[in-house]
């Protein structure tokens, strides 16, 4: 079959990957100049299946309200919420049903261990080196935070995950470099789980993609699907001015990024496939709306500082060994190669170019209280991104009602985690195969009531 997928973050790739691996003609456009530009740019790589869990679980609305007015609150609301952001709001309320939140919470992690599995096929299969480490810990630094997590450590025993439950020493055992001078009561620590770059590696499945006869058109904006049993694309080549200036002079090749088969042409262009699958994250909404699939999707927002770790002649480098998770903060530091990368905050409402210092602020003060001058933080990188939430937790995943148009879409905070399950899933759902796994309440239907 002719394939057409619409965008190039982890999960249109790995998508794309995966068609091509059953023999499809696959064509990837992306409206940005190469893959991963966007949410999945610089997210904390932490790969936790067991931690990949609805946001939309009993008592967190009680939580949120306890933290507006706290300085270092995990999630920030805008002052001024949009009428589409409160509709989300409220979906998610509704969501936080403790029958809801299991059933979800069941569903995500179904397909999260079944994606580790892929994941690590692909690594291994591809020999992918996107600087990875194993162990998660999770950081607690309370009696009062041991209590609260013990509720899904039950979870975890329920799915045989394998995790310990450390004291202070233990810790600073699998993470030898954690600072001495902040309290810790102790630590979950899952060696199973790991930690990697979601870029590096969507970059490095691009060109194995590409290898196999993958096409990638990129600063390609899909405007319009036309729906039908080959449906169709309007898409539009725009490239940024001084590239167009440049294609207009020579007239035939375009430039680096954009040379595999860009059209020339300025202008709308329709294209038929047999089928088109939609990965466009949030803007995969306004693309289903003209259909009238009205898609609850919203973002939250969140943010992450990477900077190279400071190396110390006797002892090496200063850093993190894996990645770490500070449970009473919600943010993740993580060890990438040379680099440490801190990220969290849940932000609803804003846009990405409008950065909260507030919550800047939170991060640098996490980093700081476990691995204190361990980074170049003169060459930090900033950066906000915004997650492709669902009010309810699970991924959109197959069909969508219209006529030859799929969706993998709607991943949310854990989009890194569950990409290659969510990808071989959709393919199999194409290509009409049972599909590996149970994927109940992973299809659209859920969210048209
Ligand atoms: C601070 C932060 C930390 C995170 N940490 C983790 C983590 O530790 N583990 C984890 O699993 N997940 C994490 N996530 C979530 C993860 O990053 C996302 O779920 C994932 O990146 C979503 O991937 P995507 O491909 O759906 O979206 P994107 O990466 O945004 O890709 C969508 C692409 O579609 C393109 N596009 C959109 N519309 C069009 C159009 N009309 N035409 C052409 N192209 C189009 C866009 O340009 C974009 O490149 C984190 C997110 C944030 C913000």
């Not at 599995?117 to 041991?146: I, P």
């Not at 810790?171 to 030898?176: G, I, K, T």
């Not at 969140?302 to 009473?328: C, K, N, Q, W």
């Not at 905050?345 to 800047?360: F, M, N, Q, V, Y």
């Amino acid at each position: 079959m002719k394939v057409a997928v619409v965008g190039a973050g982890i999960i249109g790739v790995t998508t794309a990957w995966e068609l091509a691996a059953d023999g499809h003609e696959v064509t990837v456009f992306e409206r940005r100049g190469s893959v991963a530009a966007e949410t999945s740019f610089a997210n904390a790589g932490v790969v936790a299946p067991g931690y990949v869990t609805p946001w939309a679980a009993p008592g967190m609305p009680k939580k949120v309200i306890g933290h507006l007015l706290s300085r270092h609150a995990p999630v920030r609301l805008h002052a001024k919420l949009s009428a589409g952001e409160i509709a989300w709001m409220w979906r998610w309320w509704r969501a936080c049903k403790l029958s809801t939140y299991q059933a979800n919470r069941l569903r995500m992690q179904r397909l999260a261990y079944f994606s580790r599995e892929r994941l690590h096929r692909l690594t291994r299969d591809l020999k992918l080196d996107n600087e990875r480490s194993d162990g998660y810990l999770v950081l607690l630094r309370t009696a009062k935070d041991h209590a609260m997590v013990q509720a899904g450590l039950a979870s975890l025993a329920e799915l045989n995950t394998r995790f310990e439950m450390l004291d202070a020493a233990q810790c600073r055992a699998v993470e030898p470099r954690l600072s001495d001078e902040t309290p810790l009561h102790g630590g979950v620590y899952l060696p199973e789980d790991e930690v990697g770059n979601c870029r590096q590696f969507t970059t490095l499945l691009r060109a194995e993609s590409q290898r196999v006869g993958v096409r990638f058109r990129f600063h390609t904006q899909v405007q319009k699907i036309v729906a039908g049993k080959t449906p169709q694309l309007i898409h539009l080549y725009a490239p940024p001015e001084e590239s167009t200036i440049l294609i207009r002079a020579a007239g035939e090749s375009a430039p680096n990024d954009a040379q595999d088969t860009q059209p020339m042409a300025l202008h709308a262009i329709t294209e038929s496939f047999d089928a088109i699958v939609v990965c466009a994250a949030l803007d995969s909404a306004a693309l289903l709306r003209p259909h009238g699939l009205k898609l609850p999707m919203q973002a939250v927002y969140g943010y992450s500082i990477t900077a190279p770790l400071r190396r110390v002649e006797a002892h090496g480098d200063v850093g993190p060994r894996s990645a770490l998770m500070d449970e009473r903060y919600k943010v993740a530091i993580s060890r990438l190669g040379a680099r440490v990368r801190v990220a969290g905050s849940a932000e609803i409402g804003g846009s990405t170019t409008r950065h909260d210092p507030k919550a800047l602020e939170t991060l640098y003060k996490v980093l700081h209280d476990w691995f204190p001058g361990s980074a170049r933080l003169s060459q930090a990188q900033v950066w906000k991104g915004a997650r492709p939430m669902l009010p309810d937790g699970p991924p959109v995943l197959g069909r969508s009602g219209i006529d030859g148009v799929w969706l993998n879409l709607g991943h949310g905070s854990s989009g890194w985690a569950l990409s290659c399950g969510s990808a071989r899933l959709i393919a199999d759902s194409i290509a009409g195969r049972t599909p590996p796994i149970d994927t109940d309440g992973l299809g659209v239907e859920r969210l048209l009531t």
